[in-house]
């Protein structure tokens, strides 16, 4: 079946502008997860939705980030004056359950210049 | 807090030789635990995961792990190396029952030599 899907795959962006980034889950997913993969680091994990309500958004890093999930299904993380240091891989991910296996996206390279 | 140690940057192992990549934890609670695999330009890939039950856990790709509760520890193994096993692992922890993000750790580099 289908696997978790990403886009775009690269999205490059001048610093003080604004992007989304869109996230399909597996179908029947309820719960989704966003994580930021900085180059030579582990994912740090950034919010999770269960169901169309953000059940926990601490990872976020600040109030430009912000993400949505309207019908429960699609995901996307809006991101707002983008600076350089918000230069990163964006990974998505889904579970059946929140005490479920994760199975991760192919991932957003996002770079600000 | 929890928190995922990977003291390895990179394991080098010759090819058909038995490899560990080591992972140490600290997590409040029951840990459920993971491995995960990355191939380059592509996302995670799951391999396997503790959640209770038999210590010894056997994931895909002939990859398994032995969780250590006294010592905190879920390294990764594989009896028979192959050069296609080269790739970047990451140990991943969560509170038991909990609806929590994964932490991870900084991921440990395995080359596998022919």
């Known amino acids: 079946g289908a696997g978790v899907s990403q886009t775009p795959s690269n999205k490059v962006t001048e610093k003080g502008k604004y992007v989304e980034l869109r996230c399909d889950p597996i179908s029947g997913h309820t719960a989704l997860y966003w994580y930021r993969q900085s180059l030579g680091q582990g994912p740090e994990f950034l919010i999770y939705?269960?169901?169309?309500?953000?059940?926990?958004d601490s990872g976020l890093p600040n109030d430009r980030f912000f993400a949505v999930r309207p019908e429960g299904s699609v995901s996307t993380l809006k991101i707002q004056r983008t600076e350089r240091g918000d230069s990163a891989m964006y990974l998505c991910a889904s579970s059946l359950q929140v005490t479920d296996t994760q199975y991760f996206g192919p991932g957003t390279r996002l770079t600000v210049l | 807090a929890q928190s995922v140690a990977q003291p390895e940057d990179q394991v080098n192992v010759a090819e058909g030789n038995p490899l560990t990549v080591k992972c140490t934890y600290s997590v409040s609670g029951n840990p459920y635990l993971f491995w995960y695999v990355q191939y380059p330009n592509r996302g995670l890939q799951f391999l396997l995961k503790?959640?209770?039950?038999?210590?010894l856990v056997k994931g895909s790709y002939g990859f398994e792990a032995e969780f250590n509760k006294s010592q905190t520890s879920f390294h990764l193994k594989k009896p028979s190396a192959l050069v296609s096993d080269s790739a970047l692992y990451f140990c991943?922890?969560?509170?038991?029952?909990?609806?929590?993000?994964?932490?991870f750790g900084k991921g440990t580099h395995l080359i596998i030599q022919p």
């Open positions: 939705f269960q169901g169309t309500g953000a059940a926990d």
């Open positions: 503790y959640i209770t039950g038999d210590n």
């Open positions: 991943a922890v969560k509170r038991g029952g909990g609806a929590d993000g994964l932490t």
